[in-house]
């Protein structure tokens, strides 16, 4: 699937997916279908041996799209949110590894996309990394906090999804939504030596290490989607 806002880049063994919408990188149903794809291909291509997300200056994903969020058309909003399940769902569980190149801000959905990679390299800069949802009247669906619950510091977890506290880069290291900050021109090449570092793993061994180390997680949180899209709504306050 081609878009204009998801652009595959190939740099040797790494397929890069340039996220930019030429603004704030939110979620579309069109944009996490192509970023679904994305990931689809790198593991379908042998020699793919990993997936960079790499977002566009300042900006790595700001959630999801407001004119669906703000619509007053549940079952679209409901769908959104779902989809968006799937797309995390689908980085955490793929087959070859997947690195972010968090590129600025991420929050709300933006944070759990960061949440399903594997490894995450985030700009030394002045930005919003985390889960505003409870700040804005909303509550996590059961997915989320799956793996929020899975992925975030046991000792910021409390703060960072009950009490909606979001943090720059560096503070996003301590909690868990990055791994590592770089200068901020530095931050794609980064993203992608560390998946080409990644490219020394063996592939079938990773792909079977992730389904016995996550499969209980991707389990949850498939029924946790599917129960989602049967109900048809959004938790909030």
């Not at 669906?141 to 880069?169: K, Y």
Request: hydrophobic fraction near 50%.
């Amino acid at each position: 699937m081609s878009i204009p806002q998801v652009s595959l880049e190939r740099r040797d063994t790494v397929l890069i997916a340039h996220l930019d919408d030429g603004k704030a990188n939110a979620l579309s149903g069109e944009i996490i279908a192509a970023l679904i794809d994305a990931v689809d291909q790198a593991e379908d291509d042998a020699a793919i041996a990993g997936l960079v997300i790499h977002g566009r200056d300042g900006k790595f994903c700001a959630g999801f799209d407001l004119m669906v969020m703000r619509g007053g058309d549940l079952a679209a909003m409901s769908a959104l949110v779902s989809d968006g399940g799937a797309l995390v769902h689908r980085l955490y569980s793929s087959g070859v590894p997947v690195v972010a190149a968090c590129t600025g801000h991420a929050l709300a959905a933006g944070a759990l996309v960061l949440l399903g990679c594997d490894v995450r390299v985030g700009a030394d800069v002045d930005c919003k990394i985390g889960l505003n949802e409870v700040a804005i009247g909303m509550v996590l669906p059961d997915w989320a906090m799956t793996i929020a619950a899975e992925r975030l510091s046991r000792r910021h977890l409390q703060r960072a999804v009950a009490n909606a506290r979001v943090t720059d880069g560096r503070g996003a290291v301590a909690v868990g939504f990055l791994d590592e900050v770089v200068a901020s021109g530095e931050v794609l090449d980064t993203a992608v030596a560390r998946a080409s570092e990644l490219a020394g793993l063996h592939r079938q061994a990773y792909a079977s290490t992730v389904r016995s180390l996550r499969g209980a997680t991707v389990d949850r949180m498939a029924i946790q989607i599917a129960s989602d899209r049967a109900r048809g709504s959004v938790p909030t306050a």
